[in-house]
């Protein structure tokens, strides 16, 4: 898992593989992934399934085209200067999926040019 690659090679390479990028839609995915980071030791960011490339805001998964749920337990919370807001927060400039260590595995968007690892679901 040393290899970094952007959100589009990473589906490619899942899809090679004879799946796609990870969707996590329950809990239990969400617990189940992070035991797979924790398990192998592994660090860095990851590239999940769904993306707002479509139309900016509305989070799909690219797997079967539902809905990405909003908020917790899944996306990760801003703290600032006007109370708590959760992710994404990208805008226009980020619209792929990703489980960040920065953020304590939890969802995130990130712009879909960065290298991050796949994680890729059969
Ligand atoms: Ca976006």
Known sequence: ????????????????????????????????????????????????????????GDWVWVYDGTRVDKGTPYWAINTGLFGNSHEPSGGSDENCLAMAEDR??????????ESHHPICME
């Open 1 to 56: 898992m040393e290899s970094t690659l952007d959100w589009q090679s990473a589906r490619t390479l899942c899809q090679d593989l004879g799946g796609d990028l990870a969707k996590i839609s329950t809990g239990r995915a969400l617990r189940q992934a992070y035991a797979y980071i924790k398990a192998y030791a592994l660090s860095g960011t990851f590239w999940l399934g769904g993306g707002d490339q479509v139309v900016e």
């Open 104 to 113: 304590f595995y939890f969802f995130t968007d990130r712009p879909c040019t």
